[in-house]
């Protein structure tokens, strides 16, 4: 049933369907509307989850860590300095292989203090361990919530994921959501029954600590168990396709990419504005298409640089910057399109929330065919 | 063995690390004086002291670290510290 | 009931001969029982007890961070209580994990009240890393970041009250116990996990390696700590202290002695005014909690 919803209403709606037993979240701007809707259920019956109002969000994704491990769903909602209070954590829940799955309502990172939307935060977890997930509009935004907790959960896989969507842009928006109903959601992801778990029954030792002669190998085994979550995404995607119509079989989608000599790379809500900005420039004739990324990690390199190998020249929109060299995305395009003559220009925009309309896509275009790139997009030389 | 998920293990490999190798001193156990009030099965860090048929103790050499709290512990002044031969 | 035959904590760990802490693991798990699941705080016990895939601990078992074993605890309560189960929770953490860098987690958990128990193995120092101060190193310790010397007469601060602030928590039991009375040590325990609400326990857990002294007075030097009021035995029942070990007190010198942490005190030259100033701290928890036996007039 399609609703006209709030962003963050909508996803903490999919929270509950996924039934989570234990929520344990920290309110910071700009997720606090999810976290204030699923304490607003579970006060009112709807919801039957412990929900425990802890003193952090470091405590927040501790107390997740715990009762993920005594054999609970868990859930938690974070952003920008509240995700980098977890830094710690995030590792730690990893690599115990714990299954808890975090929506991530993107926000730049202090200092300077913004509540304002990039994707700074999330990125900047790259290396954790964690499955991340970025969506366009507030569709994606909540289905991508039922695809989290089936891919973390699935045996082969025993990864936490970020769901990531722009904050204020996604969270904050009304847009039209076709919500599920608890008995399909019920079908499509099962009570969740951890083979190991706490158990006075079964005493196993959780978090042991590891000589170098096991380290390797057990970081290896994190690797490989991430990167072989392609298949299990394909897998979920597909039937979630099945039986709900939407199809998030693929980790990037491609728009007008068949004959596109320029191609736009992006995660997120700017994906949005970059069709909009591209079905005009088609109007003129040019020849621009998107290649859009919705998982992040496992990076998908294979299908990236597939996808990518007719463009005349990449221009990546990164809402993010590896401080001291480029933005994160570049980067990664860079590597998988190794050996391979195509031209990838960076483009460091909206970070901190600055606007990005249809006109800086077109520019940003118009930049890329000059052959200028790997710049700050929108610099205030006059501020400077 | 394979390697397990998250770096976990159920009980039972901490036995086969026999930490009776690191003792100098070994507690020697005099049955005859020993007032069978079980301190020395009680405090015991290794908790490789057990009763035996006779309400007697023996530790378990084969952890036993030698570090000497039973010998100090015992009322009856019943074990005694012996540099051990090896 | 306690079953003190109950053996929960397996031989084959890697804690030095002598360890107050290693002893203190197989009484609290005494006191607790099989039906428990132990989180635990980075640090000696912690290391000691499982390089994968070796474990000593035959209940289950978790560590993740350092400072973060009560709000793990939280959630596991959490779902344990979702799950209808009947597991008892509890934490076992250093002075370090509890008085410092697990403070805010320590707060939080006793502030929302989750049923658990949370029991601290007091060793006075960061023994683990190499034996630097905590909260809880007593005046005039010396430790590696605290060191004695030609300016300084070791750590000057004050040992932190952890069981009183936890009980301004609200914790409705906070009790103090030492290896060197196991039976009262198992008993607190059994207690503690079955009094609903968050509950504490501080075991005074010498330290031989960290301290200075031989292995083999582990014990006799933890009685010395209560026999010297540097160290109180006591139960807190809703805030209010309701038993308390007494003793024919002896002076702190007696204690100090005995540990290389202290020799500053004592050579190259005797320092009075330090020993008096410990003596002091022994005086006030005499008063503070009436420990003192008093013996008749003839």
Redesign the interface.
Known sequence: MLELTEGSLAIADAVRLCRPQVIAAYPITPQTHIVEALADMVANGKLDADYITVESEFSALSACLGASAAGSRTYSATTSQGLALMFEVCFNVAGMRFPIVMSIANRALGAPLSIWNDQQDSISLRDSGWLQFYAEDNQEATDLHYIAFRVAEDNAVLLPAFVCFDGFILSHTYEPVEMLKQADVDKYLPTFAPKERLDAADPISFGMFSTPDYYLEFRYEIDKALKDAKSVIEKAGKEFAQQFGRDYSAMVEGYHLADAETVLVAMGSICGTTKDAIDEMRAEGKKVGLLKIRVFRPFPAQDLAKALSGAKRIAVLDKNISLGSKGALALEIKDALYGSDIPVYDYIIGLGGRDVRKKDIKEVVALAEKGTGDLFYGLKKEVL | MALAVGCRARPGKARDNKTGSWRVFKPFFDHEKCSQCGTCKTICPEGCISEDADGTFTPDYTYCKGCGLCATECPGEAIEMKQEEK | MVD??L?L????????????A??AA??VLKGAG????V?SATGCM??F?????????????????F??AS?????????????GRT?KVIVMGGDGATFDIGM??I??AF??GHDFTYICYDNEAYMNTGIQRSGATPYDASTTTSPAGSCSFGNKLPKKDMPQILAAHGAPYVATAS?AY?MDLMQKVEKAINTPGSCYVQIHAPCCTGWGF???????IAKLAIETGLWVNFEMIDGKVAKVKKVVRKPVEEYLKTQKRFRHLFKPKRQDAEIAAIQAISDRNAEKYGIDIKLKKE
């Not at chain 3, 099989?34 to 699941?37: D, E, Q, R």
């Not at chain 3, 709000?71 to 799950?83: I, M, R, T, Y």
């Open positions: 003190k035959d053996e904590f397996d031989c084959g760990h890697r804690a030095c001969g002598g360890c107050g290693a002893l197989r009484l099989t039906n428990t699941i989180v912690e290391v007890s499982t390089p994968y895939p070796e474990t000593s601990w035959k209940v289950p078992w978790i560590h993740s961070l400072e973060n709000a793990v605890a939280s959630g596991v309560v959490a779902s344990l209580k979702k799950q597991e805010l987690c707060s939080g502030e929302r290896v196991p031989e292995g083999e007075q582990t014990v006799a």
